[in-house]
């Protein structure tokens, strides 16, 4: 049979050999039936080099699905079963022999786990039909503390596998493989062993039911996770991969989505227990010492007196406090960050409600109303309630860095609510105005990624009212250009130039070239592939590489897309890869990233999914150029507002009586020390 000579060497077939091209080198090698029932005999040899060979090959060449459904058909994956459950011609345990003779039984065993992977991979079989002996061999090998690290990180690939795939296989993993455990492989210093303890531990609590989730979360944060995977992983030596980045960021989601039901439940007002928490608002700012018993006092007159404290303490509706409560979100969310502030923070929270009763009424900043309109601004920025994405790795560092988070943020945020509301002289006409500047406080602050609460305490109350008025004039003068008909005119003229300009670098950065990454609709794939420009923008090259390559040279490349055959470009819900996916529920950060490239006369599709917007942005618009059509992405018109911003200020600038030197002026020396440079960590 024919097969390619680089790359996958994926072999020819029927059905893909009019996607060869021309170019393409190919090679005569054994066919896949013959391949198939070689190594099928070659793994069941008692010879261990032999069989240990033929389970290396078996592992490269099952990444072809020609080569794969020979194998299958031969009940090839039988034999993968009974080599992992019953051992190898030793005829001991795997357990025990990886104990004894361990490099050449981890070796042997780890090529038959990537074989497995690999034979799984084309969903020929489905992974319900896996024997439970095989599953708890599996499981023996994640929970054995000899075992070779290598197999330990496939045997962890291979549950999170199975983990989505049915309930059944769900109970069965989580009963095997305890939080304990997958806590010590977290404490590893082998940083891929890290990264597949912490996909399974992610992919098992996204197959939990939400009481599950809770339970599992709830000895999480007994176990101190949190504070582990912010000294050990967020500040390890080692770079923070990507894969990690958005398993933290999955966790961090997950963490806060158990506020969900909190935030959409309103308060009742016939539950003692939440009746007893608004009254402990009341209590703790005016009754720290009661002078007097409650009973010198009438009915109506208590009632009168908790009425006019419970207007002091915010509440609009001062007779029934419960009637503020009751619009979901924030629901009882809102409730619970009050008394966690006035039970965690007493001097705090009897200031800011004693500081604003003495104020005139019109003055005075209304604590419970804003703590209220805070918890939903909050649960809006952390998008409380939310599915996770299934490409974000937006994770906040200073989560991790703290048991309560949720509510430690609002104890902080609440008195910035205060500090603003002073800066302002806000009356209560302005209260909607306060939270607008409160809010970007909290967005400006957040997205500098402080790593720790103190951090973000320091900068949110740095970042004054004062200061958001220069920003925001800052960037409205960057914004704003003059619109004099003869600057229009001069915009007009210089436009065609800068576009010029944009498209040549799009097309710069598409000889660069872009990492992207394979997802499937089951798990989140290790799988890479590196797409490149050509320097004379006639050929797209394309083609696999492996973990840790970041720019491969454009030789090694081995597929290739002529552009003169390119036809269309195809973005969002009409890309066919994610039209493939059969979940129903498309995700929305995944259809914002995909655009396919339609070529050849039978239309082919070249399928991308973006690592980020920004390079989805430039290889559309890189796509469209080469294509001749317009480039039509927002970071166009972002990009050509930046030009001609700068091209039109330099061209408006008074020069009269102002000789440009032809040189440069001369660099001035260092300075003798650099005490003077302040230190930002």
């Known amino acids: 049979a024919l097969q390619y000579a680089d790359g996958r060497q994926t072999y020819i077939t029927e059905a893909n050999r009019r996607e060869i091209k021309n170019g393409s080198i190919l090679r005569l090698a054994t066919s896949p039936d013959q391949e198939a029932e070689q190594l099928y005999n070659g793994i069941q040899r008692n010879n261990s080099d032999v069989k240990t060979d033929s389970l290396k090959k078996l592992a490269s060449l099952s990444q072809d699905v020609t080569f794969a459904q020979e194998f299958i058909s031969r009940y090839g994956l039988k034999q993968i079963f009974w ?4 051992g190898n011609t030793c005829l001991e345990p795997p357990s025990l022999l990886l104990i004894i003779c361990p490099s050449r039984t981890g070796e042997m065993l780890a090529h038959t786990l990537k074989a497995f992977m690999e034979l799984m991979e084309h969903d020929f079989v489905s992974w319900e039909t896996l024997s439970p002996t095989f599953i708890k061999k599996i499981v023996s090998y994640v929970n054995l503390n000899v075992v070779d690290a290598s197999v330990q990180q496939l045997s962890l690939s291979v549950l999170e596998n199975m983990v989505p795939t049915s309930r059944l296989l769900f109970e069965l993993v989580k009963k095997e493989v305890t939080l304990d455990r997958l806590l010590t492989h977290l404490q590893v210093t082998n940083s891929q062993l890290q990264l597949k303890a912490m996909a399974l531990l992610i992919a098992l609590l996204l197959a939990a039911t939400g009481a599950e989730r809770r339970d599992m979360m709830d000895y999480l944060r007994e176990k101190n996770i949190r ?15 990507d894969e990690m980045a958005h398993y933290l960021y999955v966790l961090q989601s997950l963490s806060l989505n158990l506020c969900e039901r909190r935030m959409r439940s309103s308060m009742d007002p016939y539950s003692q227990e939440q009746r007893e928490l608004l009254q402990s608002l009341r209590q703790n700012a005016f009754e720290p010492e009661p002078e007097a018993p409650t009973s010198t006092f009438s009915t109506e007159r208590r009632r009168s007196l908790c009425a006019k404290e ?3 303490l915010g509440f609009m509706n001062n007779s029934n406090p419960a009637e503020d409560l009751r619009r979901a979100p924030p629901g009882l969310l809102a409730l619970d960050n009050m008394v966690y502030f006035s039970r965690n923070t007493p001097s ?17 900043c209304p604590f419970a109303r804003c703590s209220i309109q805070l918890t939903l601004i909050l649960c809006e920025i952390l998008h409380i309630g939310e599915p996770c994405s299934e490409t974000a790795q937006a994770f906040y560092p200073m989560f991790f860095g703290q048991d309560h988070f949720f ?5 902080i945020c609440i008195q910035l609510v205060n500090k603003t509301w002073k800066e302002m002289r806000a009356t209560q006409e302005d209260f909607d105005k306060v939270l607008q500047v409160v809010r970007e406080q909290i967005t400006r602050t957040l997205s500098l990624k402080p790593t720790s609460l103190e951090l973000f305490k320091t900068r949110v109350n740095a970042l004054n009212y004062s200061e958001i008025l220069k920003l925001r004039q800052t960037e409205r ?11 229009l005119e001069l915009r007009e003229r210089l436009k065609p130039e800068l576009l010029e300009l944009i498209r040549q670098q799009r097309l710069l950065h598409l000889c660069q070239g872009t990492l992207f990454r394979k997802i499937s609709s089951r798990r989140r794939q290790d799988k890479l592939w590196y797409c490149r420009l050509s320097p004379n923008h006639k050929v797209l090259h394309y083609g696999d590489v492996e973990e840790g390559v970041c720019s491969p040279p454009i030789e090694s490349l081995p597929e290739k897309i002529p552009v003169a055959d390119m036809k269309m470009l195809l973005v969002g819900k009409e890309c066919p890869h994610t039209k493939e996916k059969s979940s129903g529920k498309q995700n929305k950060d995944v259809l914002e990233l995909a655009f396919s490239m339609v070529y050849d006369m039978e239309e082919y599709c070249l399928n991308f999914i973006a690592p980020t917007r920004y390079e989805f942005c430039l290889w559309t618009d890189g796509l469209n150029v080469l294509l001749g059509k317009e480039m039509t992405s927002e970071r166009t018109q972002t990009d ?9 200020k330099l061209r408006l600038l008074d020069l009269e009586r102002i000789s440009i030197p032809d040189t440069p002026p001369p660099i001035p020396k260092p300075p003798s020390n650099l005490n003077f440079c302040y230190d930002f960590s």
């Not at 912010?230 to 923070?240: D, G, R, V």
């Not at 509510?407 to 104890?411: A, G, P, Q």
Request: hydrophobic letters at 40%; a negative charge; aromatic letters at 8%.
């Open 83 to 86: 080599i992992v459950e019953e």
């Open 227 to 241: 504070q582990f995977i912010h000294k050990n992983i967020i500040h390890s030596s080692e770079p923070l991969g």
């Open 310 to 312: 419970f207007r002091k």
């Open 348 to 364: 705090a929270y009897t200031r800011f409600v004693l500081e604003n009763s003495s104020r005139e009424d019109k003055h005075e």
């Open 407 to 411: 509510e430690e943020l609002f104890c």
């Open 477 to 487: 003068l960057h914004q704003e250009e003059t619109l004099a008909l003869p600057v």
């Open 640 to 648: 050509l507002d930046v030009l001609l911003s700068m091209e039109l």
